[in-house]
């Protein structure tokens, strides 16, 4: 066994929040820090790259200071930070990277669907329905919106990345409600 890093993304409120989800190592988590693997001690040098959507350039966070780390920690990444203005729904790719003491570098990967933006635009167009719009275009246009939405999280969930980019490009062109 070795130590496989293990990341984490949430996005809430404008921000993503980052985790090491490594842990110790345990009966139930083989590839955590720790007997028989490495220990935690010997790392150090913690970077993360963030790619924002239809982007292949990375903007780099040094987290030497807080990761890696035994416990869950989260790591707030506010827009400023990435030198944007907002969180823009998309597929976001995080690449996290730890080098130890004999300076073996570890890496790992994650691709994540971000849809705060897009899904407060879509919920704000429902949330102006009112009954007596219940056969008009924009209770169709609000459900359409909706199910794209749920479609653009579904084609993520099964790894349709680009499939679910398309559709979150769609719904950015159909919702100018000015969310952040």
């Known amino acids: 066994m070795s130590v496989e890093l293990k990341i984490k993304v949430e996005e809430n409120c404008g921000a993503i929040y980052f985790f090491d989800a490594t842990c ?4 139930c988590n083989k590839t955590g ?3 028989p693997n490495k220990g935690i001690e010997g790392a150090y040098d913690a970077k993360l790259f963030v790619y924002p959507p239809k982007t292949d350039t990375p903007i780099e966070i040094a987290l030497s200071a807080d990761f890696p780390s035994l416990t869950v920690l989260g790591y707030e990444i ?3 930070d990435l030198g944007l203005e907002k969180i823009t729904s998309g597929i976001w790719r995080f690449d996290y990277q730890i ?3 004999e300076s073996v570098l570890m890496y790992t990967s994650l691709s994540k669907l971000l849809y705060d933006e897009v899904a407060c635009c879509v919920y704000k167009s429902m949330s102006t329905l009112e009954i007596c719009d219940f056969d008009s275009e924009k209770i169709k246009d609000s459900n359409l ?4 939405l749920e479609a653009a999280k579904d084609a993520a969930c099964n ?11 769609h719904l950015h062109i159909k919702c100018n409600c000015g969310c952040k």
């Open 24 to 27: 110790a190592y345990s009966k």
């Open 145 to 148: 919106a909706y199910m794209k």
């Open 33 to 35: 820090w720790g007997r």
């Open 159 to 169: 790894g349709l990345v680009k499939e679910a980019q398309k559709i979150i490009d």
């Open 99 to 101: 080098r130890d003491c």
């Open 78 to 80: 506010l827009p400023e």
